[in-house]
């Protein structure tokens, strides 16, 4: 099998087309963030594209604690934002989230031959678990919806750590891996977390502390999986 980093929508839609595993890597903060609601011990994740939908969903499962963001910060109506660190209040719960971008990114690559959030904090777990197909794996740094040219350092630094742990062959985005597999041997994941500019987003709202948390490296065994498309989204569960 071979390792292919193709970003963003672009790369949800490589994985559909060639039946690959998808693994969305939104490193700062939803891939952190729902792969430890699921260590935690929430009961699923049913991830949906807008916070409307999400508003709509709790409504059909008012016992639902809903976690996510816009602007970094959760919307009105919403029990916790998107941070890994509010994670332990969904033990044995049914969680409904939304971000601005992983979680659409893992209701658009639905229709590939799996599909599972992984970045640092659970990246050797997500490397076992999408390599055990035996098939090409898509790491897809998500990005930021809505802007195409928004540099997502840390969503290419987390897809590169989660190929290094296994090694093997780098198809489609090498030069993604010639960049960035120096780098992150020679300063760390958590400098080069810190220097993104989505970081210098999260500073904005007091999100600061997050950063560190979601560089660290394999906290988590746990692997969000999605198992189910719904009218709203995707339903995810541990792997």
């Not at 209040?89 to 992983?102: D, P």
């Not at 500019?197 to 490296?217: F, Q, S, T």
Request: aromatic share 6%; charged share 20%.
């Amino acid at each position: 099998m071979r390792w292919h980093i193709v970003e963003g929508e672009a790369g949800c839609a490589f994985a559909r087309e060639h039946g690959f595993v998808a693994v969305i890597v939104d490193a700062l903060r939803a891939s952190a963030t729902a792969a430890m609601l699921l260590h935690h011990g929430a009961v699923s994740i049913l991830a949906v594209r807008e916070v409307e939908e999400a508003l709509a969903a709790k409504t059909r499962h008012p016992d639902a604690l809903l976690f996510g963001e816009r602007g970094g910060l959760p919307p009105e109506g919403f029990d916790y934002g998107n941070s890994p660190l509010e994670t332990g209040a969904a033990k044995g719960r049914e969680v409904i989230f939304t971000t601005t971008t992983g979680a659409g990114r893992l209701v658009s690559a639905w229709g590939a031959k799996a599909v599972y959030l992984g970045t640092t904090v659970n990246a050797t777990a997500v490397a076992d678990r999408a390599t055990s197909h035996g098939i090409d794996v898509v790491l897809i740094p998500a990005g930021l919806t809505g802007d195409p040219n928004f540099d997502a350092q840390e969503d290419r630094v987390a897809a590169v750590a989660i190929a290094l742990t296994h090694g093997g062959m780098i198809g489609e985005g090498q030069a993604f891996h010639d960049a960035w597999a120096p780098r992150i041997q020679a300063e760390g994941t958590q400098a080069l977390f810190h220097t993104a500019p989505h970081a210098a987003k999260l500073r904005k709202v007091g999100k600061e502390v997050d950063i560190e948390y979601c560089a660290r490296m394999d906290l988590t065994t746990a692997v969000p999986c999605g198992v189910a498309r719904e009218d709203a989204g995707v339903r995810v569960m541990r792997a």
